[in-house]
């Protein structure tokens, strides 16, 4: 037996062993453990469990402004919060609920695949030795440093029709259109949304990819070079397979933070007081407007429940394909 598995086969013992006993035993015995983990989970318990718990119980309220004086006394309705999120047609939060899935959707997509390729391009150029290195990688940080409310005001401002940055630059000083479109509005709003997100975040990834980078032994890259391998198969062959823990951390972060996306957008339109439109409002912006602006706090609660429960799924069905994966490899 290798002496790595016969390692791990003592270790397990060792587990099950500690599994056998009872749970006060094991409780006791690593008391100083649970004394240092204490803070820990009633701070998780206070902020995210009761909040989550109360906000299930909420979907099965009728709360809106005439009960909201009783909050959580309010009617109990069962499922009809998620009845008029799903199927009746008539109901103000189901009025552009599919248009918002369909937005966030296409959003998370291009969102996560251009700060992921954005950041790997960038983050591939700063893993070369030249002068100014550490200048230039602090520079390319700043769009994360700068808030999303921040980011989400400036680039409202430059995607005005009259004025804007983006049509004075692309019609009068580079002349690539022959008029100046409206990003504020109709079918270019998506992209208007999707651009500033992938600008704010694609730094985050370059970091966290560069540093996956400076992991790889060059020994590899050297051996390959001996080969005669060229730029992209060392790519494929070398680097891919070697940040792979990397790429997964980063795709499931973007996937979680832009489906809940919402300063950017919402900061966009009005200052959190407009509409986003058809191809602007997200998951997040339907659930805060129809909630905060047409006080329907049952149904919002029952659509962010129905969110939260795709969500898990997607996480779950996540991991189970990137344990797959490391079983492979």
Known sequence: MRPEKE???????????????????????????????????????????????????????????????????????????????????????????????????????????????????????????????SLVRTLFLFPWIIPTYVTGLLWGIMWLKEGGLINVMLVDWLHLLPFKPSWLTGANTIWAIIIPTIWRYWPLSMLMLLAGLQTIPEELYEAADIDGAGPWRKFWMITWPMLQPVWFILILFGLISNTYSFNIVIMMFGFGAGFPGEWGDLM??????????????????????????????????????????????
Not at 284 to 290: A, D, K, Q, S, W
Not at 295 to 305: C, E, P, Q, R
Not at 309 to 322: C, D, H, S, T
């Open 7 to 133: 390692g791990l086969s003592v270790l397990s013992g060792q587990i099950n062993k500690q599994k056998k006993k009872p749970v006060l035993q094991r409780i006791k015995q690593n008391r100083i453990a649970y004394v240092f983990l204490l803070p820990t989970l009633l701070a998780m318990l206070f902020l995210h469990i009761f909040p989550i718990m109360q906000g299930i119980y909420m979907s099965f309220l009728e709360l809106n402004q005439f009960t909201l004086s009783q909050y959580l006394l309010a009617p109990f309705v069962g499922l009809d919060n998620f009845y008029k999120v799903l199927i009746d047609v008539n109901s103000p939060i189901r009025i552009g609920l599919f248009e918002a899935v369909r937005n966030t959707v296409i959003y998370t997509l291009l969102v996560t695949v251009g700060t992921l390729g954005v950041g790997m391009v960038v983050a591939l150029m700063l893993n070369r030795k030249f002068f100014g290195r």
């Open 284 to 329: 997040m912006t339907n659930i805060f407007r129809n909630s905060f602006q047409l006080w329907n706090f049952g149904t919002g609660a029952a659509a962010s429940v129905l969110l939260l429960i795709v969500m898990v799924a997607i996480v779950n069905v996540w991991f189970r394909l990137y344990k797959q994966a490391e079983e492979v490899r």
